[in-house]
């Protein structure tokens, strides 16, 4: 997670945890960098940037990103032959932290599973965990161990050609985690698993039964691999019980090959898709944007997606998790994001998460896909 701190001596001594006298709710900056006598070696500029900045209670309350000056960023957006892009401001998270949190991050620990969140680093993992404005905290429990068979370039879990065999225990322990949480929505996800006859579909399907069994109620949404296009597989676990069934184009149809394992394609993506729909009939998938895709593809791919009677589509920045994963082509706006959004609201999208930090089941259990599910229980979509 990356914070957004200020520059400057005050920030690096909270940062280490600055002992303050008792009494002082809030002590101002530059009050601290006085206190020290560290302001007076400094230039009349960084006094005034000092005097001027956030303080020590802004950063407690983690509300230090100036929105205003977003539009200011001089930084490249697009990356040149042999840059590197730094990232912009709009990109960078609070850290994560909230009673919900660490009670979710507890007994993760205590019953050894493993979350997608916190594999793959997601920036959301605070305000998912944590809930957010109608506190329906979501969690992404990622099944079938921490390796994947295959090698996508844009993905930092971990890659192996025979994998440990699965844990049996693991869809009776996950639904146990998850009914200790209380949760409202889960979104179970795994990593590809081609080693197995049916990639691991019986895995998902045993681990929903087990869910819906210990909490009726509960709504899960299932993120699968493609299954290697065994249709058989998404089945298995489109008819499992599940709410809604997930799976991630990942890009624009003519980056597949770049961005992708050569095992995976748009159209068996959109195979899967479409099967699911006939089963199921909450469908969603996700793109990423910045690998250099251009607007005319993202259009195209959008309206793809509907044409295949998708419900919903996430679209965010990609990240590069280490040096050795793609490089960033470029760095999305908030403000194109915001278009994309109303793009796929006028394709007919019933929901369209866009933006920079926005991932696979971004917020999944609020209110708005919540209400999506419910609806379609009651014929009224």
């Known amino acids: 997670m990356s914070l957004l701190l200020p520059q400057g001596r005050c920030g690096a001594a909270a940062a280490r945890g600055l002992l303050?006298?008792?009494?002082?709710?809030?002590?101002?900056?530059?009050?601290?960098?006085?206190?020290?006598?560290?302001?007076?070696?400094?230039?009349?500029?960084?006094?005034?940037f000092l005097q001027n900045g956030p303080d020590?209670?802004?950063?407690?309350?983690?509300?230090?990103?100036?929105?205003?000056?977003?539009?200011?960023?001089?930084?490249?957006?697009k990356r040149e032959k042999g840059e590197r892009l730094h990232l912009p401001p709009w990109l960078k998270t609070k850290i994560p932290m909230g009673k919900n949190y660490?009670?979710?991050?507890?007994?993760?620990r205590s019953l050894n599973l493993h979350t997608v969140c916190e594999e793959a680093r997601c920036p959301n993992i605070g305000e998912c965990w944590g809930g957010g404005e109608y506190a329906t905290a979501t969690a992404?429990?990622?099944?079938?161990?921490?390796?994947?068979?295959?090698?996508?370039?844009?993905?930092?879990?971990?890659?192996?050609?025979?994998p440990p065999p699965l844990d049996p225990q693991e869809p009776y322990n996950t639904a146990k985690a998850i009914a200790e949480?209380?949760?409202?929505?889960?979104?179970?996800?795994?990593?590809?698993?081609?080693?197995?006859?049916?990639?691991?579909a019986e895995h998902f399907a045993k681990t929903v039964r087990h869910l819906k069994e210990r909490n009726?109620?509960?709504?899960?949404?299932?993120?699968?691999?493609?299954?290697?296009?065994?249709?058989?597989?998404?089945?298995?676990?489109?008819?499992?019980?599940?709410?809604?069934?997930?799976?991630?184009?990942?890009?624009?149809?003519?980056?597949?090959?770049?961005?992708?394992?050569?095992?995976?394609?748009?159209?068996?993506?959109?195979?899967?898709?479409?099967?699911a729909k006939e089963v199921q009939p909450g469908v969603i998938t996700s793109i990423m944007l910045g690998l250099g895709e251009t607007d005319e593809q993202v259009y195209s791919t959008m309206k793809l997606l509907r044409e295949a009677?998708?419900?919903?589509?996430?679209?965010?920045?990609?990240?590069?998790p280490t040096k050795r994963h793609l490089k960033v082509e470029e760095y999305i706006t908030p403000e194109k994001f915001k278009y994309w959004e109303k793009v796929g609201n006028d394709l007919g999208f019933h929901y369209t998460a866009s933006g920079p930090l926005v991932r696979s089941s971004y917020k999944a259990g609020e209110f708005f896909l919540k209400n999506l599910v419910e609806k379609r229980k009651t014929k009224a979509i």
């Open 216 to 275: 009726p109620k509960i709504l899960v949404e299932c993120l699968t691999p493609d299954f290697r296009g065994d249709l058989t597989a998404v089945e298995k676990v489109a008819s499992s019980g599940l709410d809604v069934y997930a799976h991630n184009v990942e890009t624009v149809p003519a980056l597949q090959r770049k961005v992708r394992d050569p095992r995976a394609n748009f159209e068996q993506s959109v195979r899967v898709l479409k099967h």
């Open 20 to 48: 303050l006298p008792r009494g002082r709710a809030r002590v101002s900056g530059s009050h601290v960098c006085n206190q020290y006598g560290t302001s007076g070696s400094l230039p009349g500029e960084k006094k005034e």
């Open 140 to 162: 992404t429990i990622m099944l079938m161990g921490d390796t994947c068979t295959r090698g996508c370039r844009f993905c930092s879990v971990k890659t192996a050609k025979n």
């Open 181 to 200: 949480w209380g949760l409202d929505y889960v979104v179970l996800t795994s990593v590809d698993r081609d080693d197995m006859p049916d990639g691991g």
């Open 56 to 77: 020590l209670q802004d950063f407690v309350s983690g509300d230090l990103s100036d929105k205003s000056t977003w539009a200011d960023y001089k930084g490249n957006l």
């Open 102 to 108: 660490n009670k979710l991050k507890n007994t993760l």
């Open 309 to 320: 009677d998708v419900d919903c589509l996430t679209l965010g920045q990609y990240m590069q």
